[in-house]
């Protein structure tokens, strides 16, 4: 069993950055392929970014590649995602989840394990 928590939504300004953070506890953090997923009202969640085990593969959707960065610290237990440059259209409810996978797990079916979520609004 694994346990998320994520942290860092708020509310921000058209052109403006943030930070959000997945703090795992739990089984073994670093076996897992861990995902960033977002879900705006009425549309479905859709995958944002991801990345494997060691941090060495990473996969970002086209909506958010060149703005978003995904990053891990296995000693900390923690899976990142840096926003910059955000757009009204990145408003959502932000996941982290994680895949009983070493690499990169593509469908949402795939991910095991799933945080409650933090809302992420950016103003125009």
């Known amino acids: 069993q694994v346990q998320l928590v994520e942290s860092g939504g708020g509310l921000v300004q058209a052109g403006g950055s943030l930070r959000l953070s997945c703090a795992a506890s739990?089984?073994?953090?670093?076996?897992?392929?861990m995902g960033w997923f977002r879900q705006a009202p009425g549309k479905e969640r859709e995958r944002v970014a991801a990345?494997?085990?060691?941090?060495?593969?990473?996969y970002y959707a086209d909506s958010v590649k060149g703005r978003f960065t995904i990053s891990r610290d296995n000693a900390k237990n923690t899976v990142y995602l840096q926003m910059n440059s955000l757009k009204p259209e990145d408003t959502a409810v932000y996941f982290c989840?994680?895949?009983?996978?070493?690499?990169?797990?593509?469908?949402?079916?795939?991910?095991?394990?799933w945080g409650q979520g933090t809302q992420v609004t950016v103003s125009s």
């Open positions: 739990g089984r073994a953090f670093s076996g897992y392929g």
């Open positions: 989840a994680a895949a009983q996978i070493a690499g990169i797990a593509s469908a949402l079916g795939r991910y095991d394990y």
């Open positions: 990345i494997n085990w060691t941090g060495s593969s990473t």
